[in-house]
């Protein structure tokens, strides 16, 4: 992907060197460790609830190390957008934590958009992939989907 279609910072902390040193506020695991660590504690106990759905902590692992596996196979790289549209679902779960797993930027649409919004919304976006709900579904061992992109 070219650099102009990469998604850049709009805002920069003039402290931001300060933050970034060490003991400062953002001397903090990233989100992604903090989660990952949290599913592997839970382990075979339930993570998260999804309707009827019950998924632990190790299940939510596999489905994200699959997942992030399947965006590198499909050429995505650190810094490249990824969008899907779904609800609050395991799945929009698992879209963020792959993204955030390879340092893809994470680009979810409204679920309530039109099929014209969505068309806008990528144009703008302008992502290296656009996963669909099969794409994330659990895969019981299988290689991933390939997904639409």
């Not at 506020?25 to 309707?51: F, I, S």
């Not at 699959?66 to 929009?92: F, I, K, P, Y």
Request: overall charge neutral; hydrophobic content about 45%; charged content about 20%.
């Amino acid at each position: 992907m070219t650099t102009a279609g990469r998604l850049q910072p709009t805002f920069v902390s003039p402290r931001a060197a300060a933050y970034r040193e060490p003991g400062g506020p953002w001397d903090q695991p990233t989100l992604n460790a903090l989660l990952t660590d949290a599913a592997k504690h839970a382990g075979d106990r339930v993570l998260v609830v999804d309707g009827d759905r019950r998924v632990s902590g190790s299940e939510l692992l596999e489905r994200v190390d699959a997942t992030a596996s399947m965006l590198v196979a499909r050429g995505v790289e650190a810094g490249d957008a990824v969008a899907w549209q779904l609800g609050n679902c395991v799945e929009a779960i698992v879209a963020f934590r792959a993204c955030w797993r390879i340092g893809a930027v994470a680009a979810p649409l409204h679920i309530a958009f039109t099929a014209a919004e969505v068309d806008r919304a990528l144009a703008r976006i302008n992502p290296a992939i656009v996963l669909t709900p099969t794409d994330l579904a659990p895969t019981s061992g299988r290689p991933a989907t390939p997904i639409i992109g």
